[in-house]
């Protein structure tokens, strides 16, 4: 198969790639309704899913709806995300999205990116797990990871996180973007480190600009 030239066809050959490499790519946050993906995805700033996952199973137990959420304070929030960095702040945000969902979208997650990114303690990427995870909307994640692997495939060189999607959006599928961004964040976690990536193992490295550049 011929190497890939442009930006697109690089983008496009990862996607058809890492399909393949990882065809069951999931979010890892455990949730079972779009509230909970939303409230597990703010607090995942700056934290592990696996810390996430421990906490979340007692705070949703406690408060399954955005009503019930809505109800208490942020000091009683806190004991059950005092395990995660920045809980103090997640609690108040946690706290505020729930209350602005039952003020102004009677207590549902709504899908549009200008709504969600309105809510307390949600950003671009937290908006675009939930569309692309829970809502079957187009959208496309940029953490530190696909950020990383898109620069080193020479896919993008932007370094700020909405240029990097704003870039990757018209290279990807609308329907297919946030399985590109799973797989993307996989591949990261298991073969592209940022430090000593595996490029002896990667089904990139064909193509890839930066694949052997590193030192040991």
């Not at 890939?4 to 890492?18: D, E, F, I, S």
């Not at 799973?182 to 193992?201: E, K, Q, S, T």
Request: proline share 8%.
């Amino acid at each position: 198969m011929a190497r890939p030239r442009t930006p697109k066809g690089r983008a496009q050959r990862t996607h058809l790639l890492l399909k393949d490499e990882y065809p069951e790519a999931e979010c890892e946050l455990d949730y079972s309704t779009p509230f909970e993906l939303l409230t597990a995805t703010i607090l995942s700033a700056q934290a592990t899913d696996v810390s996430v996952n421990k906490a979340t199973p007692k705070l949703f137990e406690a408060y399954p709806t955005p009503a019930d959420l809505a109800a208490a304070s942020p000091e009683e929030i806190e004991p059950y995300i005092n395990s995660i960095g920045l809980f103090r702040s997640k609690a108040k945000n946690v706290v505020g999205m729930a209350n602005r969902l039952v003020d102004e979208y009677g207590g549902e997650v709504p899908g549009a990116m200008s709504d969600l990114v309105s809510l307390p303690g949600v950003g671009r990427k937290t908006a675009n797990v939930v569309r692309s995870v829970a809502l079957g909307l187009p959208g496309l994640p940029v953490d530190t990871h696909v950020g990383r692997l898109v620069r080193r495939l020479d896919i993008t060189q932007e370094t700020d996180a909405v240029k990097v999607e704003l870039a990757l959006n018209p290279m990807v599928p609308a329907g297919e973007r946030g399985e590109f961004s799973l797989r993307i964040i996989l591949h990261g976690r298991r073969v592209c480190f940022a430090r000593n990536p595996a490029c002896d193992l990667c089904v990139l490295a064909s193509f890839c600009p930066s694949a052997g550049t590193f030192a040991g």
